[in-house]
């Protein structure tokens, strides 16, 4: 059993509806290459080795907790780790993102996933876990990639804009493309949450970034049931649970019936549209353009308020930007963000 920390909650409360003292910010890739002390701790040490050294790793994710005053912290990973760590050939290749050396195409591809054993195949994750719990004030969120992200990586073999070969794949050979699915949710991204949850993260992201290069139909006959397997299968586990794509605005009311108890939505479907679509029996998650940081305060402070006007100060608002900080954001902006966020909601 994990120890249970004192944190501040309202990130927490907002994830469950209740009512907040003020609405809660944290940001994706908070820590990352906009910050210069990550970029100095960084310096040319690939990411993944960066997420095997827990010191290293635990250091990275207080960064952004030290600098600015956000209502969580995320785990410094990457969606690609379990996968390298059952024996997959992973590079993550910088300014690029995750490569394989041999893409996944066939039956006997899908049996190179074999079961993820958490305590010795991501020790550092765990062990970076018990650093954080032990020096954070705000809860930490856990986090997996969903399986078509992940399947998206290990059959394109590279980032990919059109998704084709997974696509051709999803739709040519469905009986491979089910394997694949059920070897990443059961040897895969179950087992590495369980054991996140376990080690005693308050909260869990499922991150299905590219789930929105899909029509519709194809969601929700090849992707919906197996997001759906991993979010009922930790519904149990009591924290909460959120589900985020972009490109998703047609995909959303589905993202929700896949179990998550906050919907993450990009910048492309306003905020109000997006709450309307998931339910208002769920929390949101979002959804300022983090191309709007690129711009002067004035622009950022004018498109954050546009946010919480149609957010409208329901319960259940857990801000944050539409998708990953921008490397090229000033830091200040993001730290004066968070300032006007919890001002402009803050309970009188
Ligand atoms: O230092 C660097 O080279 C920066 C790039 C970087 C970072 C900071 C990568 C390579 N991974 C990470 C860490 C990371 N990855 C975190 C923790 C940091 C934080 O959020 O504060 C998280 C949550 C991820 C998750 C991740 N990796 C996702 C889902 C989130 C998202 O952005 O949609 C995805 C799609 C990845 C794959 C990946 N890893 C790295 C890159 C550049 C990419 C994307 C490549 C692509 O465009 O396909």
Not at 145 to 152: D, H, I, V
Not at 242 to 249: A, D, K, N, R, S
Request: net charge negative; with cysteine; proline share 8%.
């Amino acid at each position: 059993m994990a120890t249970t920390t004192r944190v501040r909650e309202r990130f927490l409360l907002a994830c469950r509806r209740q009512p907040v003292d003020a609405t809660p910010v944290w940001f994706m890739r908070q820590a990352g290459r906009y910050l210069p002390e990550y970029r100095r701790l960084r310096g040319d040490t690939d990411v993944l080795s960066l997420t095997r050294d827990p010191e290293a790793a635990a250091e990275v994710a207080l960064q952004p907790v030290r600098r600015m005053d956000v209502d969580a912290a995320i785990l410094f990973s990457d969606i690609m780790v379990p996968i390298a760590a059952v024996g997959v050939d992973v590079r993550i290749v910088a300014n690029q993102g995750p490569t394989l050396a041999e893409p996944f195409r066939s039956d006997a591809d899908v049996a190179r996933l074999r079961p993820l054993e958490p305590p010795e195949d991501v020790p550092y994750t765990l062990e970076t876990i018990r650093i954080l719990l032990g020096e954070l004030a705000v809860p930490l969120i856990g986090f997996a990639g969903a399986p078509f992200t992940l399947a998206s990586y290990l059959v394109e073999g590279a980032p990919s804009r059109d998704h084709a070969r997974t696509k051709a794949l999803m739709h040519g050979r469905p009986e491979t493309w089910r394997a694949l699915m059920v070897a990443l949710c059961d040897h895969v991204v179950l087992p590495y949450l369980r054991a996140q949850i376990a080690a005693g993260v308050h909260a869990v992201q499922l991150f299905d970034s590219w789930a929105g290069a899909l029509d519709p139909d194809d969601y929700r006959e090849h992707v919906l049931p197996w997001s759906r397997r991993i979010l009922e299968s930790l519904a149990a586990e009591g924290v909460p649970l959120i589900h985020f794509g972009t490109g998703t605005g047609e995909l959303l009311a589905m993202m929700r019936e896949a179990g998550a108890d906050v919907v993450g939505v990009d910048w492309r479907t306003p905020l109000d549209v997006a709450w309307e679509r998931v339910g208002a029996d769920a929390g949101i998650q979002g959804n300022l353009d983090p191309a709007a940081l690129l711009g002067p305060w004035d622009v950022v402070a004018r498109k954050a308020e546009a946010v919480l006007m149609r957010a409208g100060g329901r319960p259940g608002h857990v801000f944050n930007l539409g998708h990953g900080v921008i490397p090229s954001t000033p830091p200040d902006h993001l730290a004066r963000l968070v300032d006007l966020v919890h001002q402009r909601t803050a309970a009188r």
